[in-house]
């Protein structure tokens, strides 16, 4: 992502519009170990849950992470009505792990404990610091590629005018692929890792499948606002899904259940 922020800034301004974006993806990088997980809470609206919330959230999380070797991470509530949830932090000790109203409204408690079961991987497995600094960075990307629009480019620019416009729509897209690509190849361990956590794979393929049939119909307005943040969500929150799985930020919901439940009962129990 680094290499891709430094290659738009080459084509805007040359080697010094490179060094330039070296230096801002630097600063990019430091600013996102430290507060990146705080500024995705913030921009999904995420607030704390307590310790005696009436959904046993907080007793079902300390239960899972103890069977990971977990801290316990920080609880938050989204308020959107699509069932949903996503993990950040840059490690174990400094992770939170957020879930939606709509999640706890439409699955059942061992559901429930799937999802938290896969967040929970995704902390294990550090995969929280990889995703959110890459959402991170695929938003700056999309800010200096609009930057270029808007300034036209340099004349001394390696691909003029054309390039620069070119690149203003290309950058974005590279930087989604790039995206994508890191999110779908770690949700199919964090499904494997979270069943085991959860000690049985029924209840997040379940899970899965409820999520996957209802985020299709169910508005999630703060993730279409910031579609960067999207690759994070156990499953994809965009109405705009694309058709073309090089541009999907999540594998099929039907090839995860598949994986899950290959050698523990079939498909039954998740369409259940």
């Known amino acids: 992502m680094t290499a ?145 629009l808007f300034m036209g480019g340099r004349r001394d620019s390696a691909l003029g005018l054309v390039g620069v416009l070119a690149m203003t729509f290309l950058a974005p897209l590279a930087a989604g692929i790039v995206q994508a690509s890191i999110s779908r190849t770690r949700e199919f361990e964090a499904d494997r890792d979270g069943a085991a956590i959860a000690g049985h794979p029924e209840g997040l393929a379940s899970a899965l499948y409820k999520i996957s049939r209802l985020a299709g119909r169910v508005d999630n307005n703060r993730a279409e606002r910031h579609p960067t943040t999207a690759h994070m969500f156990i499953v994809n929150p965009l109405h705009k899904h694309q058709f073309d799985r090089l541009f999907a930020t999540h594998p099929p919901a039907q090839e995860r259940i598949e994986r899950l439940l290959a050698g523990h009962g079939g498909l039954r129990q998740a369409a259940e």
């Open 4 to 148: 891709l922020f430094m290659g738009v800034g080459y084509l805007v301004g040359g080697g010094a519009g490179a060094l330039v974006a070296l230096a801002i993806a630097a600063l990019t990088n430091l600013w996102a170990w430290w507060r990146s997980d705080a500024a995705v809470l913030r921009i999904h609206d995420a607030r704390p849950i307590g310790a005696n919330d009436r959904f046993g959230l907080h007793e079902m999380t300390e239960r899972l992470a103890r069977s990971a070797g977990l801290p316990m991470p920080a609880l938050y509530l989204v308020d959107t009505p699509q069932p949903n949830a996503f993990a950040t932090g840059r490690n174990p000790e400094n992770a939170a792990v957020a879930v939606t109203t709509g999640l706890l409204q439409h699955l059942r408690p061992d559901e429930i404990a799937g999802v938290i079961a896969h967040e929970l991987a995704h902390i294990q497995n550090r995969d929280t610091l990889v995703m959110t600094i890459t959402a991170t960075l695929a938003g700056a990307i999309s800010m200096i590629a609009n930057f270029a």
